[in-house]
């Protein structure tokens, strides 16, 4: 037990990243059904908002919950701006979209690089992060619960914005009948534009959750870019309860091989894991059923 | 409040429609014709689903022909379309709801939906996928009613339904327009489309092959002209 408390621990906190960083995804990717490679970037955007609200304001006492709404609003803006100059024209061409954000995550990168310093820049974590909660006798790092309750918070906001809110419903029917809900009377292009903002700034506060963790630099969003899809893809792309129970076992299952092995090795080892799984059940953890697929 | 003309529309590359056009003196007009013929590509066109190459869309006297479907509905105009469609993975109520948001009498309009077809109250919390296709065309019709139109635009609405309840849907139909509202109807049931028409339109490859006033009179007319 004592060997085991740890890494299941640090592992939930990894799974929660990772699932901060997939949520955005369930709305772009598995909503709209875009390939957007830039979502990393996004990402890392958000961590830099947290580096310039830092040098703006140094209590990182107070800085860190600022960036948080400012990350959501500038990766959202970035996304809109994506959606609106090249996304739109690619809806049903997912391999021209691909390449396009590919290349829009390589110039971002460069950006980054021109106005950052090219080893990085670090965010300090809020001193009410310093510390620890004694769990079992293990000394859980508060940055890491805070990680898993932001996800937890962004999670459960998700699903009611989309479960509950008149927007949300809009949301869902453009995405089962585009046609019909547009003679339904929704604007399905504004609904577009607004479920993208709303994707892309979720990657804003991964980003910030990833700034206290790792490293904030141009090269960040690469790192989060592929297990992000996988983990969507594992959890029935569009399902929110799916992409949770992914992440956290990704996560989870990295930091047990980290343990017994090496950290790159722990990460082929979990994607391989899923790709497994991906063979066995294509269509994910969670499924949608109707009377038309029963 | 509709008119339509001489109109050319179709998908992509191919054109299915060929100069039609509809009078705007007639608030009940009924599209008819064989399967192919181009009538729900005529009331695609009307509600914006897809664009005429050439003519006008006229309704409430504004040009909507480049109007997206969703200002159109704004606008006054319901659809219908052709199959029972619904938004399967939302409840019932829910599909009530998309189109009652944001609309100040929504929540009476609701309530006035589940009292006007009960089957829908009956199963407001289940997912519109498992109804059948009748609850589904129920649903539908409702979807359109609460958006309070002034044309409803309606694709064979009895297509595939049992019999007892087409005559409560051909019911709902006739006493919306004795209360005021246009219809613009896609029916292969001739006999009731004729009835409740005040002109028809037979469509025939894309062209109009024959039209006139409605009422059953006009029967014979409408069968020799469908025989060609
Ligand atoms: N999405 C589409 N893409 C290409 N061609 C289409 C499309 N939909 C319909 N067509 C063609 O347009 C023509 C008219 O079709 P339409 O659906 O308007 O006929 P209809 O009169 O409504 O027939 P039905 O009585 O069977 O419903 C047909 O030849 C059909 O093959
Ligand atoms: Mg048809």
């Not at chain 1, 206290?212 to 959890?235: E, W």
């Not at chain 1, 497994?276 to 029963?294: E, K, N, S, Y």
């Amino acid at each position: 037990m004592d060997e085991l408390l740890p890494p299941l621990l640090n592992g939930t906190a990894l799974g929660a990243l990772l699932l901060l960083a997939a949520l955005g995804l369930t709305l772009t990717f598995g909503q709209m059904g875009v390939i957007n490679m830039a979502h990393g970037e996004f990402i890392m955007a958000g961590a830099f908002v947290a580096y310039v609200t830092q040098q703006v304001i140094p209590s990182s006492d107070l800085s860190i919950p600022l960036a948080l709404p400012l990350a959501f609003v500038v990766a959202g803006f970035l996304g809109l701006l994506l959606e609106v100059t090249i996304i739109q024209w690619m809806y049903r061409r997912p391999l021209d979209t691909l390449l396009a954000t590919v290349g829009v995550a390589l110039i971002l990168q460069q950006a980054a690089l021109q106005i950052f310093p090219a080893q990085g820049v670090p965010v300090e974590k809020p001193s009410w992060l310093d510390g620890q909660i004694d769990v079992l006798g293990y000394e859980w790092p508060l940055r890491q619960v805070f990680t898993i309750v932001l996800a937890a918070a962004c999670v459960a906001a998700l699903a009611a914005w989309l479960k509950y809110s008149s927007f949300g419903r809009r949301i869902r029917a453009t995405v089962q009948n585009r046609d019909l809900a547009e003679t339904s009377g929704v604007a399905t292009r504004s609904v577009d534009r607004i479920t993208f903002f709303v994707g892309s700034g979720l990657a804003g506060v991964a980003g910030v959750a990833a700034s206290l963790i790792g490293g904030t630099n141009s090269q960040m969003g690469v790192q989060y870019i592929i297990p992000a899809f996988l983990v969507v893809v594992a959890g029935g792309i569009g399902q929110i309860a799916g992409t949770v129970i992914a992440a956290l076992a990704v996560g989870i299952a990295m930091t047990f091989f980290a343990y017994w092995t090496s950290g790159s090795l722990a990460q082929v080892l979990a994607f391989v894991l899923v790709v497994i799984f991906l063979q066995i059940r294509p269509q994910g953890l969670f499924t949608v059923r109707t009377r038309g697929l029963a | 409040m509709l008119e339509i003309v001489d109109i050319d529309a179709g998908y992509g590359g191919t054109k299915v429609l060929h100069g039609v056009s509809i009078p705007g003196s007639a608030n009940i007009v009924a599209v008819l014709g064989h399967n192919g013929a181009g009538k729900t590509t005529l009331l695609r066109a009307t509600i914006g689903l897809i664009r005429p190459t050439r003519g006008t869309v006229r309704f409430d006297g504004e040009d909507v022909t480049h109007l997206a479907p969703n200002r159109r509905v704004q606008r006054g105009m319901a659809y219908v379309a052709q199959g029972q469609q619904s938004f399967e993975q939302l409840t019932t109520l829910e599909n009530l709801q998309l189109v009652a948001d944001g609309r100040r009498n929504g929540r009476a309009k609701i309530a006035e939906m589940l009292e006007r077809f009960p089957a829908l109250a009956e199963f407001a919390t289940r997912k519109a996928g498992l109804l059948s296709g009748g609850q589904r065309q129920q649903l539908a019709i409702a979807r359109a009613l609460i958006t309070e139109p002034k044309l409803l635009i309606l694709d064979e609405p009895t297509e595939g339904i049992q019999p007892t309840i087409v005559a409560e849907i051909e019911q709902t139909i006739i006493g919306l327009a004795e209360g005021g509202l246009s219809v613009l109807l896609v029916e292969q049931h001739i006999g009731f489309a004729l009835e409740a028409a005040e002109h028809y339109v037979v469509l025939a490859s894309g062209r109009v092959a024959q039209e006139g006033t409605g009422g059953t009179a006009a029967m014979g007319s409408v069968r020799a002209a469908m025989a060609i």
